[in-house]
């Protein structure tokens, strides 16, 4: 069978000609990035599409508005990058993630396809450019300011589906506070015994510190929203209309219909990284937490036999290929992961922020491709954890209640009563004898031995039993015994 030869076009740019395929609304820049980065086969997360083509609609509308634009062509413009926005033509973005520094490659990818496109619109034939990507869909803009822009735009772009996926989490872990409120359990410090608390308490620290985590987000989002474009290749505004920045910043605002600020200074916006790295960190902080919090449910629920079983995760798939009726954690163990690559595209977003010079940060792309990434991973692995795994997890109250009577440093209450040192030697030999606390200390008690701090006078059987009557006052503060 004959070797099939794809069909071509042949483009032409600054350094000569290109072979592009013949159906491609790219062309030759895009073509040249293409041979020049077959690094990952990773191509750009579709915010940064749907940004990069906001921002050449948005470009088109005010220089029509400005009249610098022909009509026929702006207009042409305005639906290519439409239909880009929409994702029409996301397969025909093209360029590796790791590609030419600044981003030259991705803002030219968008604007030979809507160059394209437009061409199309206009009755002309691919390649033809009957509006031409540089002087017509890239007027005002360069790179320099165009990418920047985007990176905010695309982060902000999925801005309330992150924090509506976190604060689902966070009610989700309040609801489970409330209906465990009941179960007072043994504390654990150091992974050691500790003063009871109850499952609820646990609970509703867990949701808080989700909460709070949402609000970080909130704020670091704050700073993506004050945009530089318009200082096109070096902060200066060159080639751009002295009202150009104010009228993109308005009409991104309109057209996406996200709350924008315009920058007060071009250079720190198109220098600066910081309020992405800003962003980043928050990200990376609520992923601390979730890691945290997976950890906890994975050694809440080790066992069951063998382990806590505090409380019981549901089970949604078999935990082993030779162990009949093993059962794993599988959703916080995928929580932990996804939260560990999070946390590692943080470290790149920080490494790439600092590693800006003078008027440029030639970073941009693999700033803009992590940050996309921490945003779908974290919506993704969040979602799943909350639907499958905390909305359906159960307690184990008696398991709960089972370990509370083992655990000597209920002591703690008697403290004020017979003082520290006499608490300590209880609960040596408590533990020495395999007993409760409650026990040995009755039982001592009952030999005039348990004598009050101070005074030196027998503590009595019911001031004992009444100090350990009711376990949840533990859990309430204040003085129990005394």
């Not at 915010?47 to 609609?57: D, E, M, N, T």
């Not at 992150?162 to 872990?173: E, G, P, R, Y």
């Not at 949402?214 to 200066?236: P, Q, V």
Request: glycine content about 8%; charged content about 20%; proline content about 4%.
């Amino acid at each position: 069978m004959p070797l099939q030869i794809p069909a071509t076009r042949i483009e032409r740019d600054s350094l000569g000609e290109v072979r592009v395929p013949a159906g491609a609304l790219y062309g030759a820049q895009t073509q040249r990035a293409v041979e020049n980065f077959p690094v990952s086969g990773r191509r750009p997360w579709p915010a940064f599409i749907w940004s990069v083509a906001a921002i050449k609609r948005a470009a088109a509308e005010v220089h029509l508005e400005l009249g610098l634009l022909d009509e026929r062509i702006a207009r042409a413009i305005i639906e290519a990058a439409r239909e880009v926005e929409r994702g029409d033509w996301n397969n025909h973005f093209v360029v590796d993630v790791f590609q030419a520094g600044a981003g030259t490659s991705h803002n030219m990818n968008a604007n030979e396809v809507i160059a394209n496109r437009a061409t199309q619109l206009l009755g002309g034939s691919l390649g033809d450019y009957l509006v031409h990507p540089n002087d017509h869909v890239n007027m005002s803009q360069s790179t320099n300011d165009v990418i920047p822009t985007a990176i905010r735009l695309g982060a902000l772009w999925r801005l309330d589906e992150l924090l509506s996926t976190v604060s689902d989490l966070a009610a989700a872990l309040h609801d489970k506070a409330a209906a465990f409120d009941h179960i007072v359990k043994s504390g654990r410090t150091h992974l050691q015994d500790a003063v009871p608390v109850r499952l609820g308490q646990e609970f509703s620290g867990y949701a808080r510190a989700v909460e709070r985590d949402c609000d970080r987000i909130t704020r670091a989002a704050e700073g993506l929203r004050r945009l530089g474009i318009g200082g096109t290749a070096a902060g200066t505004g060159l080639n751009a209309h002295p009202e150009y920045h104010a009228r993109m910043v308005t009409r991104l605002s309109e057209n996406t219909g996200i709350k924008l600020y315009t920058s007060d200074n071009l250079f720190e916006s198109m220098q600066s990284m910081a309020d992405m790295a800003d962003f980043s960190a928050a990200l990376r902080t609520l992923a601390i937490t979730l890691t945290r919090i997976a950890n906890d449910f994975r050694l809440l629920s080790s066992g069951p036999a063998t382990g806590l079983d505090e409380i019981r995760l549901p089970a949604v798939q078999p935990g082993s290929s030779i162990m009949p009726g093993k059962v794993n954690p599988v959703l916080a163990e995928m929580l932990n992961m996804a939260m560990f690559h999070i946390i590692g595209s943080d470290t790149t977003v920080s490494l790439a922020a600092q590693a800006g010079q003078l008027e440029l940060n030639v970073m941009m792309p693999i700033i803009a491709h992590h940050l996309f990434e921490m945003e779908h991973v974290m919506i993704g692995a969040v979602r799943a954890f909350t639907e499958k795994c905390v909305r359906g997890l159960q307690a184990n109250p008696e398991k709960a209640q089972g370990w509370l009577a083992r655990n000597t440093i209920l002591v703690t209450a008697l403290n004020p009563i017979i003082g520290y040192s006499a608490g300590a030697a209880l609960v040596k030999e408590a533990l020495s004898r395999d007993l409760t606390i409650q026990e040995v200390a009755v039982e001592k008690a009952r030999e005039g031995k348990l004598l009050r701090a101070g005074s030196g006078e027998p503590v009595t059987v019911e001031e004992v039993e009444a100090v350990f009557s009711d376990l949840r006052r533990f859990t309430e503060g204040g003085l129990i015994g005394g």
